[in-house]
């Protein structure tokens, strides 16, 4: 989802709510996931550590996606005007006439005249990096789910 003119209240609103809630929940999957982990090495469970991988893999997702919304927390129009001259330099950010970004993959773009964009303010491996722990996360996941999982979503 693009939005252009990112001085929307709406979406400023949305990366005060979003971050600490990220924080919040990448400390609760981390906590969840090192106990489930310490405590299927101590048993030997298999289902336990996957579990527990499964975990440590959302809080580390979790914990990158933040990481990237950390970046636009501090965003006002002076950071902005900034960050698209430390990504453009001086004579090209003379062009600059908006800003675009996006939640899913997260990303602040520098809208130059003649309407190309240019990525700026989140780390170009933020979003890679979350993306393959996502999908690890999400095979952890299906794979440490109950064997009669489909028997019991019939009853």
Request: charged share 20%; aromatic share 10%.
């Amino acid at each position: 989802m693009l939005v252009t003119d990112s001085s929307d209240d709406l979406s400023l609103g949305l990366v005060f709510l979003l971050t600490p809630l990220g924080v919040g929940l990448t400390l609760w999957t981390t906590v969840r996931g090192l106990r489930m982990l310490l405590r299927g090495r101590a048993g030997r469970d298999a289902h336990t550590l996957v579990r527990g991988a499964a975990a440590a893999a959302w809080a580390c997702t979790l914990a990158l996606f933040t990481w990237g919304l950390l970046h636009f927390f501090t965003l006002d129009e002076s950071r902005r005007a900034e960050a698209c001259e430390k990504r453009l330099g001086a004579e090209k950010a003379r062009s600059v006439e908006g800003y675009e970004f996006a939640w899913i993959p997260l990303e602040f773009r520098c809208r130059v005249t003649g309407g190309e964009t240019y990525e700026a303010v989140v780390p170009g491996y933020v979003n890679p990096a979350a993306g393959l722990l996502g999908v690890t996360a999400a095979a952890l996941t299906y794979a440490a789910r109950p064997k009669n999982w489909l028997e019991e979503t019939k009853k």
